[in-house]
């Protein structure tokens, strides 16, 4: 079955660029989305198509896609943003799920 | 505004079976695909299942193939997951989601607020 790979955990300091990474065989060819899951709350997805931001999302949050990597960037990241991400993919007509992320923001 | 919400979790044991409901409300119900996710405590997220617009289509985790059945009523605009044989590993908050990709992608732009699925041995 098809696997994206997730780093555990990246730390950023506040105001600074955090950078989480999304990797998987033949990525190219799919589109990547992104959720934000904070404890005890449901998860809200913050990319949509590599690159796509949800309205009500903030600027600072974006996406990219190089290769077989996909990319979320949080510019300016503020204490808020300090959560699970996970990276999601669509691969012959089932949804794949990263391991998540922890970022930190110190 | 678009809602959904969860009902029908709680403590269960090994081998039964239970049925989540998912109400939805604020859009078209009708047009638009679902999807169970899970999250077991301290893990990550996990997809469970989804169904097409008309739930003539649906397809499943490998994990709960034969066991677990979602289902939908677009005239009650509700969703539903059958559990049956039901595992501790089972164990998890379940969420509803709804589907907004088109051909080739699918991805969650609306969440349900999750219920909480607790299987004891």
């Known amino acids: 079955s098809y696997e994206v790979t997730q780093p555990p955990s990246v730390s950023v300091s506040p105001g600074q660029t955090a950078s989480i990474t999304c990797s998987g065989d033949k990525l190219g060819d799919k589109y990547a989305c992104w959720y934000q899951v904070k404890p005890g709350q449901s998860p809200v997805l913050v990319i949509y198509q590599d690159i796509q931001r949800p309205s009500g999302i903030p600027e600072r949050f974006s996406g990219s896609k190089s290769g077989n990597t996909a990319t979320l960037t949080i510019s300016g990241t503020q204490a808020m943003d300090e959560a699970d991400y996970y990276c999601q993919v669509w691969d012959s007509g089932t949804v794949v799920f990263g391991g998540g992320t922890k970022l930190t923001v110190l | 505004q678009v809602q959904l919400v969860g009902s029908g979790g709680g403590v269960v044991q090994s081998g039964r079976s239970l049925r989540l409901s998912c109400a939805v409300s604020g859009f078209t119900f009708s047009n638009y695909g679902m999807h169970w996710v899970r999250q077991a405590p301290g893990k990550g997220l996990e997809w469970v299942a989804v169904t097409s617009y008309d739930g003539s289509n649906k397809n499943y985790v490998d994990s709960v193939k034969g066991r677990f059945t979602i289902s939908r009523d677009n005239s009650k605009n509700t969703l539903y997951l059958q559990m049956n044989s039901l595992r501790a590993e089972d164990t998890a908050v379940y969420y509803c989601?709804?589907?907004?990709?088109?051909?080739?992608?699918?991805?969650?732009?609306?969440w349900g607020k999750g219920t909480t699925v607790t299987v004891s041995s």
């Open positions: 989601a709804k589907d907004d990709g088109t051909g080739g992608t699918s991805f969650m732009d609306v």
